[in-house]
């Protein structure tokens, strides 16, 4: 298995660009999330999703906007990127049984350069 | 806003010692709670799982919860320069949804 696929792994992009990170996993998990990670800091939610059409915010989801529409798959887009979005970016996945421990499974990140 | 505090660090212990990385919460209705694991340029990996109150013991990491005292503890024994890495608290939050990580603890065991 795959596990959490991330697209692309690195970008640069100019300050009002806007741009598409991919993630796609392949473990049937009902919860997917993006989380940003600044340097040396911890991971701040950004977006999660409970199902396929349902997404609600995190801590920090000004400037992105998310969609999921299928299980496996939970996009994250940036409109008019700023300096203030440059990070490491890591989607993850968890399972949503009861007895399930909750934990994330992460994909390798994305990291993203606003210039 | 709810949220997971830990000693920023960086944390520095000798070969063999036993570190000690701490980390409080404001959800009193959280129920689970996480150590994740993160070495320098890759994503976090989990490490430890405690849902209840006491230690729970896996090989050297040990977990310790205080739900009264909203606090979460991993202590490592026999620390190895292997355990060097940034250590994040995360706790799930009531409702069972949301994961929220504090800014992690970055640990270095010297050889």
């Known amino acids: 298995n795959a596990g959490v696929t991330q697209t692309p792994k690195f970008r640069i992009l100019k300050i009002g660009q806007s741009m598409t990170l991919q993630c796609t996993q392949d473990m049937n998990h009902n919860y997917m999330y993006w989380y940003r990670q600044d340097p040396g800091m911890g991971l701040k939610l950004i977006y999660y999703?409970?199902?396929?059409?349902?997404?609600d915010k995190g801590e920090v989801p000004n400037g992105y906007n998310v969609s999921r529409s299928t299980t496996e798959d939970f996009p994250l887009r940036l409109e008019l990127a700023a300096p203030s979005q440059t990070s490491v970016y890591f989607c993850a996945s968890s399972y949503s049984r009861p007895g399930d421990t909750g934990e994330l499974f992460f994909g390798e990140g994305s990291r993203l350069t606003v210039l | 806003q709810k949220e997971v505090e830990q000693n920023s660090g960086p944390l520095s212990v000798p070969e063999g010692a036993i570190a000690s990385l701490n980390c409080t919460y404001s959800d009193r209705g959280s129920q689970s709670f996480f150590w994740y694991r993160q070495y320098s340029g890759k994503s976090p990996e989990l490490i430890m799982f405690i849902y209840s109150n006491g230690d729970k013991e896996d090989g050297r990491f040990t977990a310790q919860l205080n739900k009264a005292s909203q606090y979460v503890s991993l202590l490592i024994r026999d620390s190895q320069p292997s355990d060097s890495a940034t250590y994040l608290c995360?706790?799930?939050?009531?409702?069972?949804?949301?994961?929220?990580f504090g800014a992690g603890t970055r640990l270095f065991v010297k050889a």
């Open positions: 999703s409970v199902g396929a059409g349902i997404t």
């Open positions: 995360a706790v799930k939050l009531t409702g069972g949804f949301k994961t929220i």
